[in-house]
């Protein structure tokens, strides 16, 4: 079946330190693969997306994502973190560009201290 | 700037009991969802419809009901409530003309069935 996964649940960095949230994703081929953040309070919001070519995409508020085939994932970087950060970000996949059926994982609770 | 609004934000049912979530969106958006999130699952398609009148059944149909009246207006029904069924809501939208994949969330509708 078609999965995603966000192996870390809580993660919790210092203000200004460099950040990675992981994503693994389990498709049959290569599918189309997001990072969405949600605020508090909010409804979640687009980061960052990754359709084809450049496997390292840039998002919104300084982030990056990079894709690898080779490992089946597509991990979400910041250089420095800023309180303000402090979100749940989530993975997500879709096999299609025309319908909008997102897969989403479970979710990275993110915590910067100050 | 997409807009997708939610109500109510908060509902509190008995078990057996009727619920009608709202979900409207001043977009033009042709394609709009609605998505369930619990702990441990992310988010989870329920139902989604490309237009007035048009309903697809998501990946957790049971129990729930639809229907798109407008193109603006998507309502979510849990005619039969049961506790298995709190959760966050959250209703989303997306272009048909532009990227379907890149989701317009509500605010959410936290509903507890006691």
């Known amino acids: 079946a078609q999965s995603v996964t966000q192996p870390d649940a809580r993660v919790t960095v210092s203000e200004g330190a460099s950040l990675q949230l992981r994503c693994k994703y389990s498709?049959?081929?290569?599918?189309?693969l997001f990072w969405y953040v949600q605020y508090q309070r909010q409804g979640l919001q687009l980061l960052l997306k990754?359709?084809?070519?450049?496997?390292v995409v840039q998002g919104v508020n300084g982030f990056e994502a990079e894709f690898s085939k080779s490992d089946s994932s597509f991990h979400l970087r910041k250089a420095s973190v800023h309180w303000s950060d402090s979100a749940v970000y989530f993975c997500?996949?879709?096999?299609?560009?025309?319908?909008?059926?997102?897969?989403f994982g479970d979710g990275t609770v993110l915590t910067v201290k100050p | 700037e997409a807009a997708v609004t939610q109500s109510p934000r908060n509902k509190v049912t008995v078990t057996g009991g009727n619920v009608t979530l709202s979900c409207r969106q001043t977009?033009?958006?042709?394609?709009m969802y609605w998505y369930r999130q619990d702990t441990g699952h992310g988010l989870r398609l329920i139902h989604y419809s490309y237009g007035a009148g048009n309903l697809q059944i998501g990946d957790v149909p049971d129990g729930y009901k639809a229907t798109r009246t407008t193109q603006e207006d998507f309502f979510l029904l849990l005619e039969l409530a049961s506790p298995s069924q709190t959760s966050l809501y959250f209703c989303a939208s997306s272009d048909a003309y532009g990227d379907q994949n890149t989701l317009y969330f509500g605010a959410g509708t936290r509903l507890s069935v006691l």
């Open positions: 997500a996949a879709s096999m299609y560009t025309n319908t909008g059926k997102l897969t």
């Open positions: 498709y049959s081929g290569t599918p189309y």
């Open positions: 990754y359709y084809s070519g450049d496997p």
């Open positions: 977009n033009s958006h042709n394609y």
